[in-house]
């Protein structure tokens, strides 16, 4: 849009130019043509996994791996439909509902919790709070797996073993510093003088979060469900750990199973289950993709 | 009653640093009180405390009869407008305007009425959808004060509420302010305000008193005419005026007649028998900082006294379409005089030479002592 913008205004103002200013922006064209060749194939070359999935889905399983051709000789559903099948006493769509009884729970309890404590960090005084913050940071760096094992053993002597409560209770007390830090970065860069502005109008605290801080923040609270919604849809790990019965198994260990049980995997189902598998972190991303954006730019560079 | 009180009011911050000293201020009922200083000199910092948005370190603050210093803002029976408008960005001004009363649990006919009376009074009826980012500076601000009044509150307090706006919407949005102040007063309601401000127009045009602060200590509180022609110290008198008041570093000694003859480089200006008496019964020393207005300053005549008359070499002259700014230069100082500019185009514009004897009008000067900076010939 705004190239062709250039382009027009460019055509536009080139009646009446002089030979030296044509040359320069014919050189303009040219440069930008390489370019965009440049960043096209670049482009083509991330997306084309994804695309060879796709494709791969609707192929025979015997030819997934002998032709390179994109399009398939054999148009078939078959892996969609024996895929959706599977190879248990389940449909793939107990699996979607699986993921999502973790999921959800998981992204509401990060965002309460990820902004009272970020409210906290921001606009209260707390004793030694450079140290907590040095912690909360700390705890970023931390590599999860590290506190694989103490939290397995703790929630099994709590006996929330093959439940999802261990996948998402630790959420509601902002376990994930990430979120926290990014939100409080975004508060740092919101001037005071609205929330001061409310407390004149009467506002306490919990009303000033409520009113003026959560709606004011709403590009950044919406980028961090999104973050959280997207790990936790691919978080692997979590569920391989804590879940043991194949009736809660959520999509990432659903799949993963279908490799385990024959021999010879059905890569056709496997590739079209995956392929169904990304549609809601996409079709999420795509609804709220105008405050994640907004979100992260404004979380980093102001407010 | 709404009268503010501050007594020995001050602000220590958490490293040490006190930024305001011990002020005592008294801001009468209905009264419109502006105080002005040079950025840094706690002016802001004394409003946030007053609005409870800042702790006191010290002292009282009374508003009424009530000391409030321990009182939440919301209690405290105030509103206040902001440099930056402050406006809620997700509500629509309507929302914004009885966002207050809201939270106060007033009933949402009684809110209705009383944003709607607001609006009219702000000429704000047309915007009451719109959200703040679909408004412009002039319309924002008009919102922000408009949320203060919806709020029916016993003091206002502005803190620099014209700064963002630009120099044409500053002057009208100044009127609109104090008729505001006026309209509200007439009608019996409460109307005590504190101004914050940096511009002296602001401040000369709108208070009813000023108060000049400079690094947390309190200059001068008086009205605005009083500020000018009385300045108690040097500071007041460079402060306001513009453009600033001449201030050179001279001494003087007693004539035969007993008035006083001021001199510097050499040139001796004599003082009037009455201001001689009294800077003789202030002065401790001889050395003075003498001060006098530019509009003081005129060119010399055949009726100019003899001896108040001096010497100058021109430097620049700015023109300001009614008068002119002569800038002068005598010995190492340079010194400016304001003046009409049919004079100047009789007796400067046509002539080559660029020294001119210059008329002060020694009866309007002041004298201040050069060390203590108070005004000794008050």
């Known amino acids: 849009m705004m190239i062709s913008r250039i382009f027009a205004d460019q055509q536009k103002s080139q009646e009446g130019l002089s030979a030296e200013a044509i040359k320069t922006l014919r050189k303009q064209k040219i440069g930008a043509f390489f370019r965009y060749v440049i960043l096209i194939l670049c482009g083509a070359v991330m997306l084309y996994p994804l695309v060879w999935m796709f494709s791969a889905a609707f192929k025979p399983n015997y030819e997934i791996f002998t032709s390179l051709s994109l399009w398939p000789s054999e148009f078939s559903m078959d892996g969609f439909i024996n895929g959706w099948q599977t190879g248990t006493e389940y449909t793939f769509g107990r699996f979607f509902w699986n993921t999502f009884m973790y999921v959800i729970p998981k992204v509401i309890l990060t965002v309460i919790s990820s902004v009272i404590v970020a409210y906290g960090f921001a606009r209260f005084e707390i004793p030694y709070k450079k140290f907590w913050f040095v912690t909360l940071i700390a705890t970023i760096l931390l590599p999860s797996s590290v506190l694989l094992i103490p939290q397995y053993l703790m929630f099994r002597e709590m006996g929330m073993l093959d439940s999802y409560l261990p996948l998402y209770l630790p959420m509601a007390f902002a376990t994930q510093g990430f979120f926290v830090f990014m939100l409080i970065q975004f508060l740092r860069g919101l001037p005071t003088d609205m929330e001061e502005a409310a407390m004149i109008d009467g506002c306490n605290s919990f009303q000033l979060l409520i009113y003026i801080i959560v709606p004011i923040l709403r590009p950044a609270i919406i980028s961090v469900a999104l973050f959280q919604f997207m790990w936790s849809v691919n978080d692997f790990l979590g569920p391989l750990i804590y879940i043991s019965s194949v009736e809660k198994y959520p999509i990432a260990l659903a799949l993963k199973l279908s490799i385990d049980v024959t021999e010879g995997a059905q890569w056709n189902e496997i590739l079209a289950m995956s392929s169904i598998a990304i549609v809601p972190s996409i079709v999420v991303f795509l609804m709220s993709q105008k405050y994640f954006v907004e979100g992260i730019t404004a979380g980093g560079v102001k407010g | ?378």
């Open chain 2, 1 to 378: 009653m709404s009268k503010v009180t501050l007594e020995k009011v001050a602000k220590v911050y958490s490293n040490g640093f006190k930024a305001v000293h011990d002020i005592d201020l008294e801001i009468q009922d209905g009264e419109f009180m502006v105080m002005i200083g040079p950025s840094g000199c706690a002016k802001s910092t004394t409003l946030r405390m007053l609005a409870g948005l800042e702790t006191i370190s010290g002292g009282n603050v009374r508003i009424g009869k009530d000391v409030v210093n321990n009182l939440a803002p919301k209690d405290r029976g105030i509103a206040m407008v902001f440099q930056n408008y402050a406006l809620y960005p997700h509500m629509t001004v309507r929302e914004n305007l009885g966002f207050g009363l809201k939270l106060a649990k007033v009933p949402a006919d009684q809110i209705e009425k009383q944003v709607d009376e607001a609006a009219e009074m702000l000429e704000l009826t047309p915007l009451m959808d719109r959200l703040p980012r679909q408004l412009s500076g002039g319309q924002a601000q008009r919102v922000a004060v408009g949320r203060a009044i919806v709020k029916r509150p016993n003091v206002f307090l502005f803190d620099e509420p014209l700064s963002n706006l630009d120099a044409k919407l500053r002057a009208s949005m100044r009127v609109r302010i104090s008729d505001l102040h006026k309209q509200l007063k007439s009608s019996n309601r409460s109307a005590t305000t504190v101004y914050v401000t940096h511009d002296q127009t602001e401040a000369m045009t709108m208070g009813d008193r000023i108060c000049v602060m400079k690094e947390g200590v309190i200059m001068q509180v008086d009205t605005p005419a009083n500020l000018y022609k009385y300045p108690k110290n040097l500071f007041v008198a460079g402060f306001i005026g513009a453009p600033e008041m001449n201030m050179i570093d001279a001494s003087f000694f007693e004539l035969a007649d007993g008035s006083l003859n001021v001199e510097f480089g050499e040139f001796g200006l004599c003082l009037g028998a009455s201001k001689s008496e009294k800077i003789k019964k202030k002065a401790i020393t001889s050395d003075i900082t003498l001060g006098i207005r530019p509009e003081f300053i005129h060119l010399a005549d055949e009726h100019s006294a003899k001896d108040q008359l001096v010497k100058g070499t021109i430097v620049r002259m700015e023109n300001m379409g009614s008068e002119f700014y002569v800038y002068f230069s005598v010995g190492s100082q340079e010194l400016c005089a304001r003046i009409q500019t049919s004079i100047v185009e009789e007796k400067l514009l046509n002539t080559e030479s660029k020294e001119q004897l210059f008329y002060f009008d020694m009866a309007q000067s002041h004298a201040f002592d050069r060390k203590t900076e108070e005004n000794i010939s008050l």
